[in-house]
């Protein structure tokens, strides 16, 4: 009796699924086909199209706010606070190629930094990197920055900015002074960039002695 009422089940769910699979009326058959289970259908699944890279921005969460600049070697902190320059390796080796500026401030026991680079050598006129952020901590030869870098190259992106961003690591060694970004490939084109920031010794300015007046 069990396996009567079995056999009449199975009958009916093939019957159900050869209902659902039958086209409405109207609709042109497929020739028969050697696929298996079933033919391919008659037109491929619409896709969303891709969002355009234009108007890039740095995707760095809201929550994780910087408020204190942590200093864990304060002669690292003194070398540091004098990086006034930037230099960029995929142009530093042309002929013409200059360095750029960037500026680290001091708002309280906040550090930022920001500053850019355009590159002026034959043929790359109009690519520059950037830097912007703050400092979350300086320790013996690491810097740590949690902002962005970006690079615009011409030939890559079609220029348009393809950009690291989050925690970003400056090291330096030895009696270097420079401090090159770790994290320093380019997202888009996979370049290692050489983004480093350069110790400028700053200027003394020497008193001007005063004039004696004129009787």
Known sequence: MNRFFSSIA??????????AQAPPAGTPTQPPSSYYPAPPPQQAPT?????????????????????????AAETEAQ???????????????IKGAKS????????????????RIDSV??????DWASIDG?????????????GEVAFRVAKVEKGTPCKVAGTLTFRRSGKSQV???????NPCDGTREAFDLVYEKPVEKKPVPTQPKRG
């Open 79 to 93: 070398l540091f606070a004098d990086a006034r320059k930037i230099v960029w390796g995929r142009y530093a080796k």
């Open 134 to 146: 703050v400092v979350e901590r300086i320790s013996a030869g690491v810097v740590q920055i949690r």
């Open 179 to 185: 401090w090159r970004l770790a994290e320093g490939d």
């Open 47 to 71: 896709v969303q199209q891709g969002v355009p890279t234009t108007g890039l921005s740095s995707p760095l969460p809201g929550t994780q706010k910087v408020d204190r600049t942590e200093i």
């Open 10 to 19: 199975i009958a009916l769910l093939f019957a159900a699924q050869a209902s």
């Open 121 to 126: 050598a034959p043929g790359t006129e109009g």
């Open 100 to 115: 750029g500026d960037v500026a680290v401030t001091r708002q309280g026991n906040l550090w930022t930094i920001k500053g």
